[in-house]
């Protein structure tokens, strides 16, 4: 049953992106692949997506930025198509889990700071994009082993401490996959980057 908006009621208006076989329930599904359920072929690495600015109030990017070879322009694309107030839901592997490096499709190894860019904590690096998100939480999950002996609540209840597992530990400690849920702010822009090379003399 498609999800509907607790205020209006009305049914949400949901991209799945990268969507595969398996589309999310009552979504409209995007995929390069035409033998997925997806209901518009297209390939995410050209750009712009073919839809209107603001267009959605949900979308799920469930393990496919790592496929992607510009996640920053991919990014910036789901802030233009995600309405204010709307959610970007996006999944990936963490770098240290098996299945990040076992699919040679994989074209990004990343982390629970790979984000960053887009949100205040941007390490100086916020020139990058004008995109922004609000980063409303990131969940960690950490192979079985280190779940039962109480890793992933500590990676996920201390925001320190996931830092410091990041830093020292993961490679021993090795995480699973990343949820992350952002909100996009501020007006919806499409705003490329400037080019590569550019004669100031
Ligand atoms: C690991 S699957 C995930 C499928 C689905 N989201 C899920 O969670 O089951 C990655 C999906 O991304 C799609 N994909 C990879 N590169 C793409 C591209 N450049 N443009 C559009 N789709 C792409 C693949 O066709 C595949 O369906």
């Known amino acids: 049953m498609p999800s509907s908006d607790s205020t209006t009621g009305s049914a949400l208006k949901i ?18 692949n035409r033998a997925t359920a997806a209901d518009v072929i297209c390939d995410l690495d050209h750009f712009p997506y073919p839809f209107a600015d603001r267009t959605f ?26 309405r204010p107030g709307g959610r970007v839901r996006l999944e990936t592997p963490h770098y240290t889990d098996f299945s990040s490096f076992c699919d040679p499709t994989h074209k990004h190894h990343l982390n629970s700071f790979s984000f960053r860019y887009f949100g205040a904590n941007d390490a100086g690096f ?21 779940r039962w002996l ?32 952002f909100e ?13 090379v550019s004669a100031t003399r």
């Open 15 to 32: 991209l799945d992106v990268g969507c595969g076989v398996n589309k999310y329930s009552g979504s409209i599904g995007i995929d390069i």
């Open 57 to 82: 109030d949900r979308l799920r990017v469930i393990h496919v930025i790592e496929h992607l070879t510009d996640v920053i322009r991919a990014m910036e694309e789901f802030h233009r198509l995600t």
């Open 126 to 146: 916020g020139y990058y994009t004008t995109a922004k998100f609000r980063e409303i939480s990131v969940r960690l999950r950490l192979l079985s082993v280190w």
């Open 150 to 181: 109480g890793f992933e609540f500590l990676v996920n209840a201390f925001p320190r401490f996931r830092r410091f597992w990041e830093h020292y530990l993961c490679y021993v400690v090795r995480g699973k996959s990343m949820e992350f849920e």
């Open 184 to 196: 996009p702010l501020g007006p919806a822009v499409s705003p490329g980057r400037p080019p590569a």
